[in-house]
């Protein structure tokens, strides 16, 4: 039987290198992801945010380091059931299954508790249920996937995620599609997660303003490297956000929510001021 520490991150990447063909693009990082805090990993465009997220979801094989779970599991050591009835993964791109009711998509995330030898999910209706009402694609449940919107279909895949019932619940960079209102209420979704049902969130996200909003943790990746982990006051500085996107950038605080706030400034005469 195996112990787990209470105390213990429930995802916890070690010395992860990894890489493509042998040339390494993520070098040494350590990230660990604890329950009841969303982390966002933020960094510019190739720093290896992706790659580390899939290595978390073991969807990539690292070249050196480990991946435990609840402190002492190898998570690559698990069945896949075993792993995704604990670790799920929102993707940047799916394919999208034709033909195939938005209910039925949902449905797809109660895999880990429909195996062959046992049919039934006695909890599955319900949980997919609720998925589908926080991510508001209840509505939806009849119609195919392939006649929605790309934000419709962020929100299903989202909700297929959620049915998975997860305690680990990784995200690359999922507001992506959405617009205003639902890039809102999916930050206040992954919050409600956390603080009420204590899973652990990695979330990959582009906008520094939503990570200063939601985080309790930054990971801020350059040339494949973290280059600092943290608070958003720690890690959302000017100096430290300047030198890993390569342009000037202020930081200061929103007079409305009293969170970080960060603008990129232009090299042109009418720099945005804040
Ligand atoms: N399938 C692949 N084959 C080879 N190299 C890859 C592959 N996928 C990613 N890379 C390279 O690995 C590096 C890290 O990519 P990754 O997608 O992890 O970065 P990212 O920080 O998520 O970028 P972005 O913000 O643009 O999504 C980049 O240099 C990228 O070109």
């Known amino acids: 039987m195996t112990i787990q520490p209470s105390d213990a991150p429930p995802l916890h990447g070690a010395g992860l290198t990894l890489g493509y063909r042998g040339a390494a693009v993520v070098h040494a990082a350590d990230l660990a992801l604890s329950s009841g805090a969303i982390t966002a990993l933020v960094g510019p465009n190739g720093s290896g945010k992706s790659t580390l997220l899939r290595s978390l979801a073991r969807l990539h094989r690292p070249e050196a380091g480990s991946v435990t779970l609840d402190g002492c599991e190898d998570a690559l050591a698990l069945s896949p059931t075993d792993f995704a009835r604990?670790?799920?993964?929102?993707?940047?791109?799916?394919?999208?299954?034709?033909?195939?009711?938005?209910?039925?998509?949902?449905?797809?995330?109660?895999?880990?508790?429909?195996?062959?030898?046992?049919?039934?999910?006695?909890?599955?209706?319900?949980?997919?249920?609720?998925?589908?009402?926080?991510?508001?694609?209840?509505?939806?449940?009849?119609?195919?996937?392939?006649?929605?919107?790309?934000?419709?279909?962020?929100?299903?895949?989202?909700?297929?995620?959620?049915?998975?019932?997860?305690?680990?619940?990784?995200?690359?960079?999922?507001?992506?599609?959405?617009?205003?209102?639902?890039?809102?209420?999916?930050?206040?979704?992954?919050?409600?997660?956390?603080?009420?049902?204590?899973?652990?969130?990695?979330?990959?996200?582009?906008?520094?303003?939503?990570?200063?909003a939601i985080a309790d943790r930054v990971a801020l990746l350059a040339r494949g490297r973290i280059r600092a982990v943290g608070t958003p006051e720690d890690v959302l500085t000017s100096e430290l956000l300047s030198d890993a996107y390569g342009i000037d950038i202020a930081v200061a605080e929103d007079p409305v929510t009293g969170k970080l706030m960060t603008r990129p400034l232009s090299r042109h005469a009418l720099a945005p001021t804040i």
């Open 86 to 212: 604990r670790v799920t993964l929102l993707s940047q791109a799916h394919p999208t299954p034709s033909g195939v009711r938005v209910r039925d998509v949902v449905g797809y995330g109660r895999h880990p508790y429909t195996s062959r030898w046992r049919r039934t999910d006695p909890d599955g209706p319900a949980t997919i249920d609720w998925a589908m009402n926080v991510t508001g694609v209840a509505d939806m449940a009849a119609r195919n996937v392939d006649e929605l919107s790309g934000g419709e279909l962020q929100r299903v895949w989202l909700a297929t995620c959620l049915a998975q019932r997860t305690g680990v619940l990784l995200l690359d960079e999922p507001t992506t599609y959405l617009d205003l209102r639902y890039q809102q209420e999916l930050l206040d979704l992954l919050r409600d997660l956390a603080l009420d049902e204590h899973v652990a969130i990695g979330v990959v996200l582009h906008d520094l303003d939503q990570a200063a």
